[in-house]
Nanobody, 116 residues
Framework: QVQLVESGGGLVQAGGSLRLSCTAS????????MGWYRQAPGKERELVAR???????DYADSVKGRFTISRDNAKNTVYLQMNSLIPEDTAIYYC??????????WGQGTQVTVSS
């Protein structure tokens, strides 16, 4: 049974920073993808950033230069450092763990609200 536990969301003023964390537990293979997606009200869920266990990293264009994803493979934990936050970053952020079509897991989501 794989579980993902997220933390670190909250309310911040524009220009501020937040750090999200997500720890996975269960039977997880050494090669996997962990990442963050977000969903704003009335919009579809979108990729924010993801990193493989071999350090290949993807970012959405909208967060490049502001957000940094990192991993601690020994702890099955992924982090998202979010700097220079803007109101458009307001969304529920979801952690994702994936290694094949039948192994696609989601966290419960954490709210990030950026005030102008």
């Amino acid at each position: 049974q794989v579980q993902l536990v997220e933390s670190g969301g909250g309310l911040v003023q524009a220009g501020g920073s937040l750090r999200l964390s997500c720890t996975a537990s269960g039977n997880i293979p050494s090669y996997n993808l962990m990442g963050w997606y977000r969903q704003a009200p009335g919009k579809e869920r979108e990729l924010v950033a993801r990193a493989s266990s071999f350090s290949a990293i993807d970012y959405a264009d909208s967060v490049k230069g502001r957000f940094t994803i990192s991993r601690d493979n020994a702890k099955n934990t992924v982090y998202l450092q979010m700097n220079s936050l803007i109101p458009e970053d307001t969304a529920i952020y979801y952690c994702n763990l994936f290694w094949r079509a039948e192994a696609d897991y989601w966290g419960q989501g954490t709210q990030v609200t950026v005030s102008s």
